[in-house]
């Protein structure tokens, strides 16, 4: 035992009466933080599974809640994304239920940037009036609703937006992984694989880190890979935080990741190192696509990619040497996620170089997951809409994006060209993260309506012409998440504490209510607990153990290693040569594609990339995290010592960065650890809502300098095809 | 009687600040103060280049400067080794911080009171780990009894050759790996 007088802030902190707290139930703010000053001793400490919001990984969590307010958190053991542990956003997002600048009844706009407060009813009433007048006049197409999916949205957002009749729904993946999911999905037929870290001997990760963008379970199976001795080599322009955990860093060019994969799979064809036998059984269009690739040679791509051929063909024989257990992970974003023009290519030929190496399914290697069995409403009672036959916006221009994810700047396209009437955005700042702010901004004034749902006054909510507040996901139960993998689960979101602000509602009770008044109710004659019952029907699992545990793993639904299923692709198979790719007027096999601009001597290529504690724009204003962003000067965007040298740039000093679109001033880290054509700014800054107060006025927003444009073959924003220029200015 | 001790491998660290958010959650800290503070270490020069994270809090030295120094007596070392604070000892007087080698002591805007790292007492007594560990996304931080040869924190130390961040400021109860 500890010797020990427990001295200490927090114990002494919650020293005092309790009942008020217990018995308080829904009260304001204010009076719920000054009755948790005078709450107090004989701390009451639940501990509530639950799972994190803070990014799209949604890991398992366990709040631990003191006196009926959240104290802190502990990653569940048993999530597969946690595994006991919780990154520092989701860790600091939760306090977002205590934020003083939440969202806290509906609001109407009534002038540039003014909003009164209305009611729920005045809000359902006037949104449908509004919705049902403008899918009478012009069609249930010009509707459209976007989202950053969560277990909740996921189901009812895709039911309300069809069951509207139309089938514009979108996600924000047009500014994540459009172009990895694109290129995935034609060649094997899903738009991502799991990777088996832990049991990998050779991992390569392109323009990915798992320092940066964190899911904690993969920054331990990498440690762990580590530990194993396996190589792991870093593609990227700057050194990334994964770096420490890395065996090489690959300095490349930005923009030509596409040229190393290229080169590298022929160099294992060249060198006898692919897997034929896998190739054999499980591919079509091998003997094209290895002749096409006999003109990429280690030489050219070094002119190209800037690392030298010796290096690339010296990786490329180790990779061969060490498969099927080495791969080149997946990723979201970075380089095959959505920035540059040739991005799609890359996500392809990454797909195509782990099929050389035969290390699908494979123990090491690449992974298809299982999903888990859950059930579904009785139809016959809960009438479930279809997705309307009229194609979604944006599927004609981009026949090969991912469907269920959309284009989602498309809404923002057809709204300027007056097609798109009016936009529904939930859990999404689109008018910040998507695309060019400024037109964004232009598109949406354009619309007849936009609606926002959200917990706090995002640039997106600024721009709506109502803007309804939910609860934060501290103060709700959502649908059950189904999780596939290795080994496939289920996880539930449930609340924690009670609601602080009396007038937000759950999204879930927001869509079906809304929906009652647009006159399709019909479609939400459910119950949350109703459909999380008909869901875990199959399982044998109870509503009240999953409540108990939260997180549920079917250990005994594992996947069997070394099986290839049968992939949807069109043949079955990998498709080394694609017809989907030629029917959409593309060429079948993959090839070279130059990115779309290039910097000169005296510009920059602007490149941006997360930070490990931030998520998008979501948590620039919580101020836990914020203040890590002041302690250590995180905004500032990153110049590598020649360039800045040259520029009469001193650490720390104020430049003015200039583009085709804006001007911004930043201060400067002068580090080795990038390229020196690129600039490297972190994605999270640039708040500009003045409701955001911590996150407001603090770096700059990288969107500001992207313009507005479409990668032709997902629909991906091009948001690393930016150039820059740089000059000091006095602070 | 165990003597509790830490191992952070900053060779695994990559700086994403969760322990820091953890312990301050814990601590129930105001979001400007933090006991774990970061310094980077950037070496060699474009494309070779290496950054290390230094994750810093209290040391728990071995005859603390900072317990010596304190003339109320409120910082103290347990039996276990660890270096606590009796914040109604604390007159605010900031020796300690004076005297703290590592800049790991940090005093409450409100209270006076100052304080560091407590390796989580609390939660140590209940046979928990200290909120950093339990939280390190990496695996770099390792806890437990110094004494116990058997201890995962002993055998990493032996194994990986760990020495305290400055060995030339007396014996400290982290050490690190670099
Ligand atoms: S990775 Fe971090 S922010 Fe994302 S869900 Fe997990 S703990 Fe939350
Ligand atoms: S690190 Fe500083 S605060 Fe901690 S025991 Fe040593 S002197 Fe005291
Ligand atoms: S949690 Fe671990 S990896 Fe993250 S900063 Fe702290 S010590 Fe480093």
Redesign the pocket.
């Given at each position: 035992m500890v010797d020990t007088k427990l001295s200490r802030r927090g114990f002494i902190k919650a020293s005092a009466a309790t009942a008020a707290l217990a018995s308080a139930g829904t009260v304001g703010f204010n009076e719920w933080s000054n009755q948790y000053v005078k709450a107090g001793a004989n701390a009451d400490i639940k501990e509530i599974p639950s799972t994190c919001n803070a990014c799209s990984s949604k890991c398992g969590m366990i709040g631990h809640v003191k006196n009926g307010r959240l104290w802190k958190l502990t990653g569940h053991p048993d999530h597969p994304y946690s595994k006991g542990k919780l990154c520092a956003r989701g860790h600091g997002y939760a306090t977002v239920v205590y934020s003083q600048d939440r969202l806290t009844q509906p609001l109407k706009r009534v002038g540039e940037k003014k909003f009164e407060p209305i009611t729920w009813e005045q809000a359902y009433k006037e949104i449908a009036e509004k919705l049902n007048k403008i899918i009478k006049e012009y069609g249930p197409q010009s509707v459209a609703l976007t989202e950053d999916p969560r277990a909740s949205g996921k189901f009812y957002s895709p039911r309300f937006i069809n069951a509207l009749g139309s089938s514009n729904y979108y996600t924000h993946h047009v500014v994540c992984s459009n172009s990895r999911d694109s290129g995935f999905l034609h060649t094997v037929g899903v738009s991502s694989t799991s990777a088996d870290i832990s049991n990998a001997k050779y991992i390569m990760f392109i323009g990915r880190s798992y320092g940066d963008g964190i899911r904690p379970s993969s920054v331990q199976a990498l440690a762990a890979a580590k530990d194993n001795g396996a190589k792991i080599v870093i593609v990227d322009p700057r050194l990334n935080n994964t770096g420490n955990l890395a065996t090489e860093w690959l300095a490349i060019r930005p923009g030509t990741d596409l040229a190393l994969v290229l080169v590298m799979s022929h160099v294992l064809i060249k060198e006898n190192l692919h897997d034929m036998e896998f190739i054999k059984n499980y591919t079509v269009g091998f003997e094209e696509y290895a002749k096409e690739l006999k003109k990429y040679t280690p030489e050219w791509a070094e002119k190209i990619t800037g690392i030298s051929a010796d290096s690339i063909t010296r990786i490329a024989i180790d990779m061969g040497k060490a498969k099927p257990k080495a791969l080149i992970e997946q990723s979201w974003r970075g380089a095959f996620g959505c920035n540059y023009e040739n991005s799609t290519e890359t996500g392809r030929s990454v797909a195509m170089f782990n099929a050389l190496l035969g290390n699908y399914q494979q123990k090491g290697g690449s992974i298809f997951g299982g999903k888990p069995n859950l059930g579904n409403l009785n139809e016959s009672i809960h009438p479930n809409p279809k997705e309307p036959e009229a194609p979604k916006a944006g599927k004609k221009e981009f026949p090969l994006a991912y469907h269920s994810h959309g284009v989602a700047t498309i809404v923002a396209k057809e709204a300027l060209e007056g097609k798109m009437k009016a936009a529904i955005y939930y859990h999404s700042n689109a008018a910040l993260g998507y695309g060019n702010p400024k037109v964004m901004k232009e598109a949406l004034s354009k619309m007849d309506l936009v609606v926002a749902i959200d917990v706090q006054m995002s640039e997106t909510a600024q721009l709506a012409h109502y803007v309804l507040p939910e609860v934060t996901y501290i103060e709700r139960d959502e649908v059950i998440e189904g999780l596939s993998g290795k080994i496939p689960g289920i996880a539930l979101r449930q609340q924690m504490v009670e609601k602080v602000h009396p007038e937000t509602k759950p999204i879930h009770e927001i869509y079906s209510e809304l929906a009652k008044v647009c006159g399709v109710g019909q479609y939400f004659n459910f119950s949350l607990d109703e459909l999380n019952e008909a869901m875990l029907a199959p399982t044998g699992i109870t509503y009240k153990q999953l409540r108990d545990i939260g997180t549920i793993m079917f250990q005994n639904e594992e996947i069997t290693l070394g099986e290839m299923p049968k992939l949807k692709t069109p043949s079955g198979k990998v498709e080394f040569y694609s017809e989907t790719y030629k029917d959409a007027g593309f060429k079948p096999i993959v090839e070279w594609i130059e990115p779309k601009v290039s910097p000169a001597d005296d510009s920059f290529r602007l490149i941006t990339g997360k930070q490990a504690i931030h998520s998008h724009t979501q948590t620039a204003n919580i101020p836990i995290l914020m203040q890590i962003t002041k302690d250590y000067d995180l905004e500032r965007i990153w110049i590598n010592p020649v360039r800045a040298k040259a520029l009469g740039i001193k650490d720390g000093d104020m430049v003015e960065l200039k583009s085709s679109e804006a001007t911004s001033r930043i201060r400067v880290k002068i580090t080795e650890r990038i390229h020196p054509e690129a600039i490297f700014v972190p994605s999270h800054y640039g708040i500009t809502s003045k409701d955001l107060k911590i996150g407001q006025g603090i770096g700059f927003g990288y969107m500001e300098h992207v313009p507005f444009d479409f990668e032709k073959w997902s629909g991906a924003g091009n948001i690393h095809e930016v150039i820059v220029k740089v000059r000091k200015v006095k602070s | 009687m165990a003597r509790y001790g830490m191992v952070?491998d900053t060779r695994?660290?990559?700086?994403?600040?969760?322990?820091?958010v953890s312990c301050q959650m814990q601590n129930e800290l105001p979001v400007e103060e933090s006991y774990?503070k970061?310094y980077e270490k950037e070496t060699g020069v474009f494309p070779n280049v290496k950054n290390e994270?230094i994750?810093v809090q209290c040391q728990h030295c071995e005859d603390a400067p900072c317990v010596s120094v304190c003339p109320t007596k409120a910082t103290y070392t347990t039996k276990e080794g660890i270096v606590l604070v009796d914040s109604d000892k604390c007159i605010g007087c900031k020796y300690c911080m004076v005297a703290c080698h590592y800049g790991a002591r940090t005093q409450d805007h409100n209270t006076g009171v100052v304080e560091k790292c407590r390796f989580c007492a609390e939660l140590v007594a209940e046979g928990k780990q200290p909120a950093?560990v339990s939280?390190?996304?990496?695996n770099?931080?390792i806890f437990g009894d110094l004494d116990d040869p058997n201890s995962e924190v002993s055998k990493a130390i032996i194994k990986m050759n760990a020495q305290p961040l400055r060995p030339d400021l007396g014996k400290a109860k982290i050490y690190y790996v670099r």
């Amino acid at each position: 035992m500890v010797d020990t007088k427990l001295s200490r802030r927090g114990f002494i902190k919650a020293s005092a009466a309790t009942a008020a707290l217990a018995s308080a139930g829904t009260v304001g703010f204010n009076e719920w933080s000054n009755q948790y000053v005078k709450a107090g001793a004989n701390a009451d400490i639940k501990e509530i599974p639950s799972t994190c919001n803070a990014c799209s990984s949604k890991c398992g969590m366990i709040g631990h809640v003191k006196n009926g307010r959240l104290w802190k958190l502990t990653g569940h053991p048993d999530h597969p994304y946690s595994k006991g542990k919780l990154c520092a956003r989701g860790h600091g997002y939760a306090t977002v239920v205590y934020s003083q600048d939440r969202l806290t009844q509906p609001l109407k706009r009534v002038g540039e940037k003014k909003f009164e407060p209305i009611t729920w009813e005045q809000a359902y009433k006037e949104i449908a009036e509004k919705l049902n007048k403008i899918i009478k006049e012009y069609g249930p197409q010009s509707v459209a609703l976007t989202e950053d999916p969560r277990a909740s949205g996921k189901f009812y957002s895709p039911r309300f937006i069809n069951a509207l009749g139309s089938s514009n729904y979108y996600t924000h993946h047009v500014v994540c992984s459009n172009s990895r999911d694109s290129g995935f999905l034609h060649t094997v037929g899903v738009s991502s694989t799991s990777a088996d870290i832990s049991n990998a001997k050779y991992i390569m990760f392109i323009g990915r880190s798992y320092g940066d963008g964190i899911r904690p379970s993969s920054v331990q199976a990498l440690a762990a890979a580590k530990d194993n001795g396996a190589k792991i080599v870093i593609v990227d322009p700057r050194l990334n935080n994964t770096g420490n955990l890395a065996t090489e860093w690959l300095a490349i060019r930005p923009g030509t990741d596409l040229a190393l994969v290229l080169v590298m799979s022929h160099v294992l064809i060249k060198e006898n190192l692919h897997d034929m036998e896998f190739i054999k059984n499980y591919t079509v269009g091998f003997e094209e696509y290895a002749k096409e690739l006999k003109k990429y040679t280690p030489e050219w791509a070094e002119k190209i990619t800037g690392i030298s051929a010796d290096s690339i063909t010296r990786i490329a024989i180790d990779m061969g040497k060490a498969k099927p257990k080495a791969l080149i992970e997946q990723s979201w974003r970075g380089a095959f996620g959505c920035n540059y023009e040739n991005s799609t290519e890359t996500g392809r030929s990454v797909a195509m170089f782990n099929a050389l190496l035969g290390n699908y399914q494979q123990k090491g290697g690449s992974i298809f997951g299982g999903k888990p069995n859950l059930g579904n409403l009785n139809e016959s009672i809960h009438p479930n809409p279809k997705e309307p036959e009229a194609p979604k916006a944006g599927k004609k221009e981009f026949p090969l994006a991912y469907h269920s994810h959309g284009v989602a700047t498309i809404v923002a396209k057809e709204a300027l060209e007056g097609k798109m009437k009016a936009a529904i955005y939930y859990h999404s700042n689109a008018a910040l993260g998507y695309g060019n702010p400024k037109v964004m901004k232009e598109a949406l004034s354009k619309m007849d309506l936009v609606v926002a749902i959200d917990v706090q006054m995002s640039e997106t909510a600024q721009l709506a012409h109502y803007v309804l507040p939910e609860v934060t996901y501290i103060e709700r139960d959502e649908v059950i998440e189904g999780l596939s993998g290795k080994i496939p689960g289920i996880a539930l979101r449930q609340q924690m504490v009670e609601k602080v602000h009396p007038e937000t509602k759950p999204i879930h009770e927001i869509y079906s209510e809304l929906a009652k008044v647009c006159g399709v109710g019909q479609y939400f004659n459910f119950s949350l607990d109703e459909l999380n019952e008909a869901m875990l029907a199959p399982t044998g699992i109870t509503y009240k153990q999953l409540r108990d545990i939260g997180t549920i793993m079917f250990q005994n639904e594992e996947i069997t290693l070394g099986e290839m299923p049968k992939l949807k692709t069109p043949s079955g198979k990998v498709e080394f040569y694609s017809e989907t790719y030629k029917d959409a007027g593309f060429k079948p096999i993959v090839e070279w594609i130059e990115p779309k601009v290039s910097p000169a001597d005296d510009s920059f290529r602007l490149i941006t990339g997360k930070q490990a504690i931030h998520s998008h724009t979501q948590t620039a204003n919580i101020p836990i995290l914020m203040q890590i962003t002041k302690d250590y000067d995180l905004e500032r965007i990153w110049i590598n010592p020649v360039r800045a040298k040259a520029l009469g740039i001193k650490d720390g000093d104020m430049v003015e960065l200039k583009s085709s679109e804006a001007t911004s001033r930043i201060r400067v880290k002068i580090t080795e650890r990038i390229h020196p054509e690129a600039i490297f700014v972190p994605s999270h800054y640039g708040i500009t809502s003045k409701d955001l107060k911590i996150g407001q006025g603090i770096g700059f927003g990288y969107m500001e300098h992207v313009p507005f444009d479409f990668e032709k073959w997902s629909g991906a924003g091009n948001i690393h095809e930016v150039i820059v220029k740089v000059r000091k200015v006095k602070s | 009687m165990a003597r509790y001790g830490m191992v952070i491998d900053t060779r695994k660290c990559v700086g994403c600040y969760a322990c820091r958010v953890s312990c301050q959650m814990q601590n129930e800290l105001p979001v400007e103060e933090s006991y774990i503070k970061f310094y980077e270490k950037e070496t060699g020069v474009f494309p070779n280049v290496k950054n290390e994270i230094i994750p810093v809090q209290c040391q728990h030295c071995e005859d603390a400067p900072c317990v010596s120094v304190c003339p109320t007596k409120a910082t103290y070392t347990t039996k276990e080794g660890i270096v606590l604070v009796d914040s109604d000892k604390c007159i605010g007087c900031k020796y300690c911080m004076v005297a703290c080698h590592y800049g790991a002591r940090t005093q409450d805007h409100n209270t006076g009171v100052v304080e560091k790292c407590r390796f989580c007492a609390e939660l140590v007594a209940e046979g928990k780990q200290p909120a950093c560990v339990s939280t390190c996304i990496s695996n770099a931080r390792i806890f437990g009894d110094l004494d116990d040869p058997n201890s995962e924190v002993s055998k990493a130390i032996i194994k990986m050759n760990a020495q305290p961040l400055r060995p030339d400021l007396g014996k400290a109860k982290i050490y690190y790996v670099r």
